[in-house]
């Protein structure tokens, strides 16, 4: 249902989704406050007392839910934010810093301008963890995160790029060289003596330089430039730093300039190759070992950052339930008119629609809530495949009657069962019978069909609404995808489908969505392990 990519950019992904989501309900909010105004000026002519408390009530209600809408959208560009930091030292994570890379390419680009990348190494930083610690290990990250921070400007950016490795981003410069200065300053600011686990560390770092346009037009190349040049720094010794530049011009060093290395024995040649392979060896190791740290430490993030999003979006959704009822009610009180004294019901009509519509919203909120985790628990028992089609048609028998469309079931030719939750497999089909519904036209045509097939039950939900786009049939059930084909008012959040996979799929079955064959419409396909067979 993600698309692929690391589970970083996948939360990162999902929660910018959910911010805009937020928004969508915000807007119904608003539009619904300021219907309820015009409401309140159109009927203060027919009952100004009655009405005058009712519709107090119901701006109260509704400017609720808009605080409510407000503070879920802020809170969640807090958590979009706080799941972009590295949990140890708060710095932007290597997501973030690529992303500001590219913006900053762009601007780059438009304006030519200069930029630099700088990637640091902290030397020695294996010597710290094997002999003091790796709580020792990540207060000496905390202590070189604090003093990177103090030697560079506010528009420049200071990032974890993993384990020591650090780059900075210096969005403008004037030339290559104004970057000199500020390696001095970094090395200086690390050789500063400090406490660690009782013991005084003098830091040090390895620095590799690129600069935008002369060593690369690309992020990546930039990136591996610098990271080249660190590497070229680092065989010199700790506390140097390389631009990538340089690489260019040792390229053209004449031979007879190079110095001359007396010969050794071969013996001593071979010993010399074995000790190196083993160091070579013993440090890939280290890294691999401390890679692997890392990414646990990050997926275990990632992991709680996505709980956070799971917890809050189901909390801001049943938050909204409430001035949500008060609103329902309020119309409901406001249809009762005095004796002889006829109320004009436009404006009803149109607050009772946008509440039913924020219904759904909300109802998608929080089946949403609950893709890709533990939220959906299963009670399974035998259920008759016919028992299954009455629940789905009966939960959305009302959506098929508002827009005068025909039901067309067809059951089993064979008694059969399915072991299934009943509540949560009406869901399913519910699910499905809703998107038909959308999809077919006003007055128009949805079918339902059961059939066995060995040891599979299969249901066919189908539509004569326009097609799916080809295009579209592989991210149909991914989370929060748009059906571009349906008015914006019949597409909801683009959840429903993603809700039925993730149900169907937890009852050990399939969901498939393809365009029909008869030249119009959709059909969407669920196949469930049948209980016991055709009887």
Not at 23 to 43: C, G, H, I, P, Y
Not at 159 to 166: A, I, K, N, T, V
Not at 455 to 473: E, H, M, Q, S
Not at 516 to 531: I, K, N, Q, W, Y
């Amino acid at each position: 249902m993600f698309i692929e990519g690391s589970e970083d950019d996948s939360a990162a992904r999902r929660l910018r989704l959910l911010g805009d989501q937020a928004e969508a309900v915000r807007a119904e909010l608003t539009q619904l406050r300021s219907d309820l105004a015009a409401a309140k000026n159109e009927f203060s002519k027919l009952r100004a007392t009655q009405l005058d408390e009712t519709s107090e009530t119901l701006v109260v209600a509704a400017a609720h839910a808009d605080s409510v809408a407000q503070s879920a959208v802020t809170s969640l560009d807090e958590l979009n934010l706080y799941s972009q930091l590295d949990e140890l030292t708060g710095l932007p994570t290597r997501t973030l810093l690529l992303d500001r890379l590219e913006n900053t390419l762009a601007a780059a680009q438009r304006r030519g301008t200069r930029f630099g990348v700088v990637f640091i190494d902290l030397d020695g930083f294996k010597q710290i963890n094997d002999t003091l610690g790796h709580a020792a290990g990540d207060q000496v990250l905390q202590i070189a995160t604090q003093r990177l921070q103090s030697v560079v400007r506010e528009s420049d950016t200071v990032s974890r790029h993993g384990g020591d490795e650090f780059i900075l981003l210096f969005p403008e410069i004037n030339l290559a060289a104004d970057l000199a200065p500020v390696a001095d300053k970094i090395l200086a600011a690390l050789a500063e003596p400090t406490h660690v686990m009782g013991d005084v560390l003098h830091l040090s770092a390895s620095i590799g330089i690129a600069v935008f346009p002369e060593d690369g037009t690309d992020a990546s190349i930039l990136l591996g430039h610098a990271d080249a040049a660190m590497y070229r720094s680092k065989k010199r010794g700790s506390g140097n730093y390389e631009f990538h530049v340089d690489a260019q011009a040792s390229d053209t060093t004449a031979p007879e300039s190079l110095p001359v290395v007396p010969l050794m024995r071969r013996t001593d040649v071979v010993f010399a190759e074995h000790e190196s392979r083993l160091r070579m060896l013993r440090d890939a190791n280290h890294e691999l070992l401390e890679a692997a740290r890392v990414d646990q430490k990050m997926r275990a993030h990632a992991e709680q950052a996505r709980q956070r999003q799971i917890d809050f979006v189901a909390m801001a959704a049943h938050a909204m339930r409430s001035p949500l009822s008060a609103i329902k009610l309020t119309v409901s009180t406001m249809r009762r008119d005095s004796p002889g004294r006829p109320v004009p019901s436009q404006r009803l009509d149109m607050l009772e629609r946008q509440s039913q519509h924020l219904a759904r919203l909300i109802d998608d909120l929080l089946e949403g809530s609950m893709v890709g985790g533990s939220g959906f628990k299963l009670e399974r028992t035998p259920l008759a495949l016919d028992a299954v089609l009455d629940s789905a048609v009966e939960a959305s028998r009302h959506v098929l009657t508002l827009k005068g469309q025909t039901l067309h079931l067809r059951r089993c030719s064979a008694a059969a069962t399915v072991f299934a939750d009943a509540m949560r497999v009406t869901q399913l089909f519910g699910n499905l019978l809703k998107n038909a519904s959308r999809r077919a036209p006003t007055g128009g045509s949805v079918w339902l069909s059961a059939d066995v097939d060995g040891a599979r039950a299969l249901f066919t939900v189908a539509d004569n609404g326009a097609f799916i786009d080809p295009a579209a049939l592989d991210r149909i059930f991914e989370l929060y995808t748009h059906d571009k084909s349906l008015p914006l008012d019949d597409a909801g959040l683009g959840i429903g489908l993603a809700v039925a996979r993730e149900l169907a799929q937890a009852h050990g079955g399939t969901l498939v969505a393809r365009n029909a064959a008869r030249g119009e419409g959709s059909e969407f396909v669920v196949s469930l392990p049948s209980a016991t067979g055709v009887a």
